[in-house]
């Protein structure tokens, strides 16, 4: 079976500091993934989704960037953090068709002071 | 660009009540996709639509696509305290690989 893993679970991280998340799927091969940030309270936003290594689309400008360097490896990345950056960031993943479900991750709550 | 709107944002009602989510668009939908976050939890899938006209049950929870498929519904039949949470559509955008989701309902109970 095919399961997704998110770390770390829960940020606290001051302004202006870097940032790292990793999101890694087992169980499957050439996935669609996909980074999504929820505000408190508010909708999944479309960050960035790839259908295929080193392959990057970007939905909303911003100083985050994200990086597929492995199959099933999808990072999120910022050098230097904004107070708006913080909020629920959910990574997940499909199988290669636009139709499919998407399976979503426990999530990292990140928290810019 | 393509976008579908859900309505109503929040929702209270007692426990067994019904509860009905509505999500509209103003392009015909290739097919549309439910999905429920727990409090604090990630987004579970629930089920697809395809077909215009096309009405899912799952236990007590009917899902409806609009003949024009501009539209789709989530009904809960008698809430329980597990129903709670918010309930997502989403929009397949066909050929693009990815989905667009609705802003969500939240549904809280009175126990």
């Known amino acids: 079976s095919q399961t997704i893993h998110q770390w770390p679970a829960t940020l606290v991280q001051p302004v202006g500091s870097p940032l790292s998340l990793e999101c890694t799927v087992e169980?499957?091969?050439?996935?669609?993934l996909y980074w999504y940030r929820q505000a408190a309270g508010r909708g999944l936003q479309l960050l960035f989704y790839?259908?295929?290594?080193?392959?990057i689309s970007s939905e909303v400008p911003q100083n985050l960037s994200a990086s597929r360097p492995q199959d099933r490896q999808f990072i999120l990345s910022s050098k230097k953090l904004l107070l708006s950056d913080s909020g629920f960031y959910l990574c997940a993943w499909s199988r290669t068709t636009s139709t499919d479900t998407q399976y979503f991750g426990p999530g990292t709550r990140l928290t810019v002071l | 660009g393509q976008q579908v709107m859900q309505i109503p944002q929040y929702q209270h009602v007692q426990e067994g009540e019904d509860f009905t989510t509505y999500c509209n668009s103003s392009?015909?939908?290739?097919?549309i996709q439910w999905y429920k976050q727990r409090p604090g939890g990630h987004p579970v899938f629930l089920i697809q639509l395809v077909k215009s006209g096309e009405v899912k049950k799952q236990k007590r929870l009917t899902f409806q696509f609009g003949e024009a498929k501009k539209n789709s519904s989530l009904h809960i039949t008698a809430t329980q305290t597990t129903d709670v949470g918010t309930y997502f559509c989403?929009?397949?955008?066909?050929?693009?690989?990815?989905?667009?989701f609705g802003q969500g309902t939240r549904l809280t109970i009175n126990p």
């Open positions: 790839s259908v295929g290594i080193g392959q």
């Open positions: 169980g499957t091969s050439n996935p669609n």
């Open positions: 392009t015909t939908l290739s097919n």
């Open positions: 989403a929009e397949v955008l066909q050929g693009a690989q990815k989905l667009v």
